[in-house]
Structure formats: C-alpha cells, structure tokens
T-cell receptor, first 111, second 113 residues
Framework: GDSVTQMEGPVTLSEEAFLTINCTYT??????LFWYVQYPGEGLQLLLK?????DKGSNKGFEATYRKETTSFHLEKGSVQVSDSAVYFC??????????FGTGTRLTIIP | NAGVTQTPKFRILKIGQSMTLQCAQD?????MYWYRQDPGMGLKLIYY???????DKGEVPNGYNVSRSTTEDFPLRLELAAPSQTSVYFC????????????FGNGTRLTVT
C-alpha cells in the first residue's frame, strides 16, 4: 500500500539557517504530494503541493520538488524564522480524496 | 467564516464510557474525514464520508462509529472507551476536485483512564 517516510525529528535550528526536511514515498501509481503544517494548538493546514513529476510547490518561502526518480518530496527553506516553528507533515494521495500522512517532523527555531 | 469546528476541545473519559465528538463545517464541502493523531505515528484515517448518507471505513475504524445525516455535520461516536483510544482527534473536510486540499479543525484531545 501507499506510505510516506519522513526524517525523524525533532529538528532544532537557529534563525536564518537553511532547512531541509526529507520525505520519501511509496505508491502504486502517480500520486499527488503535499506538505501540511501544524502550528501549536491548531489543526493542520496545507503548506504546498505538487501534482506531477518535476513540479515544484512553493509557499511562504518553502519549496519542494516532486522527484519521481528518487520518489522524494523534500521540503526546503533558505532562511527560517522563529514563526516557522511547527510540525510538518508530508502526505500523498492517489486521487481518491484520501491522504496518507507521514509521522510528522517537529521543527523548533531558536532566535 | 468558521471553517471546521470541533467540540469539545478536551475530554477525559473513564474506561467503558461513551461519547460523541462533534464536527461541523460551513464551507458546503462534500467530503469529511476523521483522523486520530498519536505521538510519533502521524495521522490515521478512522472514517470518511463523500456526502450525506454515505460513510466508509478508513485504516483504523474499530471502536468508532459515524453518521452523516447532513452535509454540515459528521459526528464521531465512541461506544465503549478504551485506553487505546487516548489520542488527539481531527475532523477535516474538502471539496471534490480541489486536489485533496483538506481543511482541518483544531482537534479534540481525548484521554481515557
């Protein structure tokens, strides 16, 4: 079945550092890929998405590129801020309106 | 513009008690979902619904029941609470064709002791 594997956390960085959170997936077909973010005390919200190979999703300075050859969708940001502290979830969907989530990566940014 | 509203925010149950977690959305979304979030385990789908009167099991439906009598409401019922059901529960909704963009509520933290 479908699955998503994320790098284990927690991840702690200093403000303005470069961020990478790794995500790889297993799917039978050609899924859409997503990053969702969960701020403290809130539900998840969509951060970015990509629907086909080589697509790049971007939002709020975050980027992720759909790499079919490596089955990856790594999340990157060039300069993180304290306000980026949250839990980040990678997810996939094979078009049936159901999402399969990774285990989440907790990110803490230190001023 | 409320979005997805979940009640209650917190609840403590004794083993064997029952309760209903409420979920309502005001976006006229056809699809609704219940997930549970356990530490280090990500989100697991409990039940989902593609429209009023239609519900289907997700990955972890045992111990839960749902109903969808209206487009707006999707309550989750726990009949005989067990410690394994201690978790954070999230309701979400989406509109068909929006590419699986889920809108989540803020969650219900349930403890069963």
């Amino acid at each position: 079945g479908d699955s998503v594997t994320q790098m284990e956390g927690p991840v702690t960085l200093s403000e303005e550092a470069f961020l990478t959170i790794n995500c790889t997936y297993t799917a039978t077909g050609y899924p859409s890929l997503f990053w969702y973010v969960q701020y403290p005390g809130e539900g998840l919200q969509l951060l970015l998405k990509a629907t086909k190979a080589d697509d790049k999703g971007s939002n709020k300075g975050f980027e992720a590129t759909y790499r079919k050859e490596t089955t990856s969708f790594h999340l990157e940001k060039g300069s993180v801020q304290v306000s980026d502290s949250a839990v980040y979830f990678c997810a996939l969907s094979e078009g049936n309106e159901k999402l399969t989530f990774g285990t989440g990566t907790r990110l803490t940014i230190i001023p | 513009n409320a979005g997805v509203t979940q009640t209650p925010k917190f609840r403590i149950l004794k083993i064997g008690q029952s309760m209903t977690l409420q979920c309502a959305q005001d976006m006229n979304h056809n699809y609704m979902y219940w997930y549970r979030q356990d530490p280090g385990m990500g989100l697991k789908l409990i039940y989902y619904s593609v429209g009023a009167g239609i519900t289907d099991k997700g990955e972890v439906p045992n111990g839960y029941n749902v109903s969808r009598s209206t487009t707006e409401d999707f309550p989750l019922r726990l009949e005989l609470a067990a410690p394994s059901q201690t978790s954070v529960y999230f309701c979400a909704s989406s509109y068909p064709g929006q590419g699986q963009i889920l809108h989540f509520g803020n969650g219900t933290r349930l403890t069963v002791t």
